[in-house]
């Protein structure tokens, strides 16, 4: 059959008055398909990315014919590896993947027309969307934690037509565009964002949900000692045996580091106990928890009395 078209003869030739028909029905949501105007879809936007055309499911072809001279009879078509057609109706194609039309028009007195071939991609699938989150979240009982100043990222990736657009929704706000990573000015709490990316021929992902919660305030930090000092005249006493204690608690993820300093020396790591010696000290201590986030300095003054007491009998004269 493709010989065919070496037998077809030039058009111009015919010497025939100029006349037209056209055996495809107009419709006004009909778009002209890449350099070849020959084909036309209906039923979807098309969407070209350089190189092809690409087309969501549901789009149908028809093939447009023109003859300036006894008119079209036929147009035949072969579509995809399928055997030659005399085209009646739009073309579907339900398969993902590249489709092809090959066509070629018979006019009324035998003319053939050269063959051509319009190739094309149908993307029947919605682009494949996650998000990231920039601090590795800490696994709480009641769920994932984050830092407030906390940043996330939407990826999105599409295999055939490409992604054309994300969106995204914080705790139940309007959609948005997304442009560039998510930097949250939420509280600390349970928050949610929702996510969803679009294909360049319109196939839209199912919404996503993302549950995650802020931990933005700092452990609060307590010293003392044990046994607990003895006030005094404002002044905490406690014996040379005694042990200074830090503690530290955090309202919403774990305290993963305490730091102290004696007396502005060098910070150390906290390990119960810490012995002082004898006089008066200063203990300051902080702690981070596990997003973080850092406690003030908590000050502690102490005085160590470190000697025995000592008892005497006064002889009675
Ligand atoms: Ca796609
Ligand atoms: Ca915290």
Known sequence: MTAQQTDAPDQEDSGVAPASS???AADSTVKPVGEEKEVIATGGALYNDGSIDYAPAGVQFAVQSQDTGAGVKSIYVWVDN?????NTAPIGFNAEGR????????????????????????????????????FKGIQMTNGVYVPADNK?????QDKLSGVKSI??????????????????????GMHTIVYRAADNVGN????????????????????????????????????GKASIVITAKDADTDVVSIMY?????????????IKLSGGEHTVKAMAIDAVGNESQLAEYKVSVDASDPSAYVEAEK
Do not use: C, R, W
């Open 152 to 156: 996330f990222m939407i990826i999105a």
């Open 261 to 273: 300093y004696i007396d502005n020396g060098e910070a150390a790591q906290y390990s119960y106990p």
């Open 167 to 188: 969106e995204y929704a914080i705790d139940g706000g309007a959609m948005q565009t997304y442009n560039e990573n998510i930097l949250l000015t939420e509280k600390s």
């Open 99 to 134: 489709h092809s039309i090959a066509f070629q028009v018979e006019d009324n007195v035998g003319n053939l027309s050269a063959m051509k071939t319009y190739s094309f991609i149908m993307d029947t699938t919605a682009p494949e969307v996650k998000i990231i989150s920039a």
């Open 82 to 86: 399928s055997a030659m057609q005399t």
């Open 22 to 24: 056209t055996n495809v």
């Open 204 to 239: 839209i992902g199912g919404t996503m949900t993302n549950v995650f919660y802020i931990d933005g305030t700092a452990p609060v930090v307590n010293i003392g000692s044990d046994p607990a000092a003895f006030s005094k005249d404002g002044v905490n006493f406690i014996s």
